[in-house]
């Protein structure tokens, strides 16, 4: 299978501790986006990066927040200093430019539980 | 500022009864319309894109449509397999973001 993989699949952590998540995107898509899913709610955008450059991040992404794409492959996200609120599926999802059709392809989510 | 809005939000069928999902949407500059299938505890499965007002994609038991305000799920003689949360999301303007509506959830029982 060479979908969109993420690691780990579920997170329980203290209030006030930081957590990182990690993705890893379809094999040659250039693009990938971070999205928090809360329950009875669609997908909400946080960031996208495309190759290593993050071009947009959404006003949801506090400064507690901060994405990377080192290489333009894999990226990861992590939360400091977790609060309550942030508990929450952390979806991760890639595309291909020049792909007209501009899908993204989700990974299984992270599911965050702050306690 | 972009909305989607999906109706109804929950919606349970016998199994061979056919209906439909609605996405009704006010955006500037829609550039593509998603459909996403979600099961439980998992994330989004594609299912569909359309582009433009009259356009229709089919799979399965499934057919999409698009008008210039709203679009259409149509499941045509369900299965219990098919029960899921259907999501709609937009893509519009000079972004790269998904806006996705909050879905419905569908069951289909025997």
């Known amino acids: 299978d060479t979908g969109v993989s993420q690691d780990p699949r579920h997170k329980i952590t203290k209030r006030g501790q930081n957590v990182t998540f990690r993705c890893d995107p379809i094999?040659?898509?250039?693009?990938l986006y971070w999205y928090r899913q809360t329950l009875g709610q669609g997908p909400e955008f946080l960031t996208y990066f495309q190759n290593e450059a993050q071009l947009e991040k959404s006003r949801l992404l506090s400064d507690r927040f901060s994405a990377e794409r080192p290489k333009g492959s894999f990226s990861t996200l992590e939360i400091q200093r977790t609060e309550q609120g942030d508990s929450a599926m952390y979806l991760c999802a890639s595309s291909y430019l020049p792909d007209k059709e501009e899908t993204q392809y989700f990974g299984p989510g992270t599911r965050l539980l702050v306690l | 500022e972009d909305q989607v809005t999906q109706s109804p939000e929950a919606l349970r069928l016998q199994e061979g009864e056919s209906s439909s999902l609605n996405c009704s949407y006010t955006?500037?500059?829609?550039?593509?319309l998603f459909w996403y299938r979600q099961d439980p505890g998992k994330g989004p499965e594609f299912l569909f894109t359309?582009?433009?007002a009259g356009e229709e994609k089919e799979k399965e038991r499934l057919k999409a449509t698009l008008t210039k305000k709203e679009s259409f799920l149509h499941i045509t003689a369900p299965k219990p397999e098919d029960s899921a949360t259907y999501l709609c999301?937009?893509?519009?303007?000079?972004?790269?973001?998904?806006?996705f509506g909050t879905g419905t959830q569908l069951k289909v029982e025997l």
């Open positions: 999301a937009l893509l519009t303007g000079g972004g790269n973001k998904l806006t």
């Open positions: 359309l582009y433009s």
């Open positions: 955006v500037s500059g829609l550039r593509g």
């Open positions: 094999s040659e898509h250039n693009r």
